[in-house]
Nanobody, 124 residues
């Protein structure tokens, strides 16, 4: 079992930055491929980024590539999402997820554990 808790969301103006954190507790954190998703009201959950167990490989959705950066600190059981050049369309609840798969990107079904989310609002 893995428990995930997101933090760092809030209100920011367009063009600004936020850094989200996800704290993991429970089983060995470095056994999990980690991902970030978001969900806006009335929309499906959307893949944002994922990172390999060691942190050496990162993957991004086209909508955030070049603006968002995913990273992890296995010693601290943390995964981060640095969000720069934010846009109003980035407003959503952001979720952290963990997968036991050795490789996974945008397949929601392959993630085994989810946090409760942290809201991000970008004003124009």
């Amino acid at each position: 079992q893995v428990q995930l808790v997101e933090s760092g969301g809030g209100l920011v103006q367009a063009g600004g930055s936020l850094r989200l954190s996800c704290t993991a507790s429970g089983r060995a954190f470095d056994n999990f491929f980690m991902g970030w998703f978001r969900q806006a009201p009335g929309k499906e959950r959307e893949y944002i980024a994922s990172i390999s167990r060691s942190g050496s490989l990162q993957y991004y959705a086209n909508s955030v590539k070049g603006r968002f950066t995913i990273s992890r600190d296995n010693a601290k059981n943390l995964v981060y999402l640095q969000m720069d050049s934010l846009r109003p369309e980035d407003s959503a609840v952001y979720y952290c997820a963990a997968s036991r798969a050795t490789f996974v990107t945008d397949n929601v079904q392959r993630y085994d554990y989810w946090g409760r989310g942290t809201p991000v609002t970008v004003s124009s």
